[in-house]
């Protein structure tokens, strides 16, 4: 994090002056990090005295409603035009864990009309484009909350960090991390979190509010989805589970009950890249995982208009579940004989 401190200067500069009316948006979907990061930052403003609106594009999963202060969101999708609003109102506008504006569908045009609010991106996504007044873009960080985390750490101390906000911290970095175990933790991120247990966070309690709260639809769904859904191809390196809409509706499935369904493929030795297609109304959401050098980040950008990550990312296809599949095969084969992989 080499120009970490000088970014952090200019970011003063730019919060100083008085009081300011201040907007934090997250990406489509926000998981754990989208929303942990959201909530602390936004604690953490205020403390500085500025008035302040979390926004997200659409609704965040059940098993986050737990984490206090979320109840605040402003979910663009229910309330678009307060949302809008908001944004129009805001005098600074802060993009945590996405880096291209697309990623907020319908809430991007209310973000671009307001043409005077300088844009502050804190992200840890690949490829940031430039247009921000002021770009923490961190690729090799495990999650934004940990972003968040050094930046408060060194513009205001963590002791400002409250137990709600050290929560929403953890619960990000922790999502972020498949619960403390990928290659993108470093003792930084250990030293992170034991402040955060210090300042009040109690770890069963954070897991058991994640992990364990899921509905008995979502249990089943997974069995399902394992037992009778996954396939593997590619000579058994890789997988992949597709969910119709039809499917979904049998296990009373709600925003979010796939989360992680992606990665249990991957625990299959020899299996190196996982895909899970989840049909809604409007098109069908690509995830995928892979394990060390099999870019899905790139996969991701070449074969379904995404990106992400280097092991993990998502897309979006346009076309029918099974037209998904065909072109993933093909796609595969191709993206795998480049890399004698096969
Ligand atoms: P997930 O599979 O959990 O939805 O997403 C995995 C990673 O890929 C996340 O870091 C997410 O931000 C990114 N991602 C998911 N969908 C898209 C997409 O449509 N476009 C881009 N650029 N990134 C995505
Ligand atoms: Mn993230």
Redo the contacts with the bound molecule.
């Keep these: 994090m080499l120009d970490l401190k000088e970014k952090i200067e200019e970011l003063k500069r730019m919060l100083s002056g008085g009081a300011k009316r201040i907007v934090i948006v997250s990406?489509?979907?926000p998981?754990g990090?989208?929303v942990g990061s959201s909530l602390a930052w936004a604690h953490v403003l205020r403390e500085m005295g500025h008035r302040v609106d979390c926004i997200v594009p659409n609704k965040y999963p059940y098993f986050l409603e737990w984490l206090s202060g979320i109840e605040h969101f402003l979910v663009f999708k229910e309330r678009p035009e307060e949302a809008a609003n908001a944004v129009n109102e805001a005098e600074m506008i802060f993009c945590l864990?996405?880096?291209?504006l697309?990623?907020l569908e319908a809430l991007s045009d209310a973000i671009l009309a307001n043409e005077k609010a300088p844009r502050i991106l804190i992200d840890h996504?690949l490829d940031a484009p430039d247009d921000y007044q002021l770009r923490f873009s961190y690729p090799e960080t495990c999650s934004t909350s940990f972003l968040v985390y050094r930046i408060i750490e060194q513009m205001c101390g963590t002791e400002l960090l409250d137990k709600a906000s050290a929560e929403a911290l953890y619960v990000g970095i922790m999502t972020?991390t498949g619960n403390f175990s990928f290659s993108t933790l470093t003792p930084e991120v250990y030293r992170a979190a034991a402040v955060l247990i210090e300042r009040g966070v109690h770890v069963p309690y954070v897991n058991a509010s994640v992990y364990n709260q899921f509905s008995e639809g979502r249990v089943r769904l997974l069995g399902y989805s394992i037992c009778t859904k996954m396939q593997l191809i590619q000579q058994n390196q890789v997988a992949y589970i597709a969910l119709k809409e039809a499917e979904l509706r049998r296990f009373d499935f709600q925003q979010g009950d796939s989360?992680g369904f992606?990665n249990y493929p991957l625990t299959i030795a020899g299996v190196k890249m996982s895909a899970?297609f989840l049909q809604t109304r409007k098109f069908i959401?690509?995830?995928?995982?892979s394990r060390g050098d099999v870019d899905v980040?790139l996969f991701?950008?070449r074969y379904?208009?995404?990106?992400?990550?280097k092991n993990?990312?998502?897309?979006?296809s346009f076309v029918s579940v099974e037209q998904t599949i065909e072109h993933y095969k093909k796609a595969v084969q191709e993206f795998f004989t480049e890399n004698n992989w096969q």
Excluded: C, I
């Design positions: 990406h489509t979907n998981d990090d989208a864990d996405f880096n291209r697309d990623r996504h972020d989360e992606v899970m959401r690509v995830s995928l995982r980040n991701a950008a379904f208009g995404g990106g992400g990550h993990a990312a998502g897309g979006k």
